[in-house]
């Protein structure tokens, strides 16, 4: 750990590990990012809401590390919101160090660009920075140990790490979610926990029903950002159509939602998946949450 610091609404936590190779992706197509030659450190950021300890998503922050003694720029760039089966959400990437010796790390927040709802509403609209304090020591990155996964195409994960000082990134199941349990949708190797709340939550331009949608991992229950979905509702032999958004609220959590005019338990609701979750993913995940079969679900049928 770097450190950690409160800025604006925020609590930001820096730390490092060792450098890592990773996956990235760009609408549909996977790319293999390596370990390059030379010395340097996986930098890895979380962000949360202290109040509620809900783990907030904030597109790809910039970071700028600088010689702290002459304060020249080492270097720029911007850090990617990532997925790990152990840190969960976080914003990371592999940051190269001219030579041993004190830096300053710093990272610059947009506002949350997902609807805020309930209690958050309004509440991420500014931007903010946050700076720390970084050394630099071979004898401190050769004695970080870790636990890689290789495992592609099995099921399971590993626990995320144990942590008093930062929220560990999981979604609350859906008993403790608001409103109606519809039932859970499985597809792409994800759950789509999906909720109906009788009347839209606050930030949404509507007093009728809402329909929300909690995608996640299957095993940590770790949030899926930055996908493209929509939901198809039959209620009393119509369809309706709507994109569903991302959304964060202090007990829904990171979701995607929408208003309809009509929904019910017994109702059909069909998930499609129209962008996999824009994320870059640590091993254990590079093959998981790609593809994405059009799904049905029978509102209060579902586990």
Known sequence: MVGMAEVGPYMVAMSYTLLHDFWILTGKEKS????????????????WDPEYNQRIPLGSPPVEVRDAASGDS?????????LSQQMGPHFGDNVAFPEEGEYTVQLSFDP???????EYRGRFTDAVDAEFDLLFRTDIT??????????AGQAGALEPMETDMQPDG??????????EHGGIIESGAAEFVVQVLRRAPAGID????YLAVSARTPYNQYPLPFMGLRAT???????????LKAAIHPEL???????FPAIAMGDDVTLSVGAPPQVARHRGYQTAFLEFDDTTLTLGDGT
Do not use: C
Not at 74 to 79: A, F, G, H, I, R
Not at 253 to 259: K, M, S
């Open 32 to 47: 293999y990012v390596q370990i390059e030659d030379g010395q340097g450190l996986h930098l890895m950021a979380t962000v």
């Open 112 to 118: 949350v660009s997902a609807r805020q709802l309930g």
């Open 170 to 179: 999981r979604l609350a199941d859906a008993a403790s979610l608001p409103g």
């Open 206 to 209: 509507s007093s009728g029903p």
């Open 74 to 82: 080492v270097t720029e760039k911007s850090l990617w919101p990532m």
């Open 233 to 243: 509702v039959a209620n009393a032999g119509e369809e309706v159509r709507e994109p």
């Open 142 to 151: 050769n004695n970080i140990r870790e636990r890689f996964v290789d495992e």
């Open 253 to 259: 959590g990171y979701h995607y939602g929408a208003p």
